[in-house]
């Protein structure tokens, strides 16, 4: 399938799709033309990457884990041993970066207070 179907089926735009190829992500076919054509695992492979994205994962680490999952039902599983490790690694990170979130809100409701105070 070309690039206009492949956004047609998942609701990605073609900028997108070939962003996705330039991470790595997907490896279309590449015709005598230099048009690009999809494989019917691609439409998956979409959407695969866009719950990663979702999740809060980058391109890059997508690009690595990618080939390490697959889909059952509407669930990924891991199926390589280390990819666990790797994903719990990627959580702590995100968890790191909520706390140091909350920890500036938190810094910033104290200076909205203090200024409110003072203008009242």
Known sequence: MRIGELTRRTGV??????YYEQQGLL?????PSGYRVYRESDVAAVN???SLLAAGLSTATIAQI?????EE????VPTCPD??????AERER???AIEELET????????????LATTA
């Open 104 to 115: 500036s809100r938190s810094l910033l409701d104290s200076v909205i207070t203090a200024g």
């Open 73 to 76: 039902g509407e669930r990924l």
């Open 94 to 96: 995100m968890t790191s």
């Open 48 to 50: 695969r990457i866009r």
């Open 13 to 18: 735009n073609e900028r997108l799709l070939r």
């Open 66 to 70: 990618l080939p390490c999952l697959r």
């Open 83 to 88: 990819l666990i490790a790797q994903l719990r």
């Open 27 to 31: 490896q279309p076919e590449r015709l």
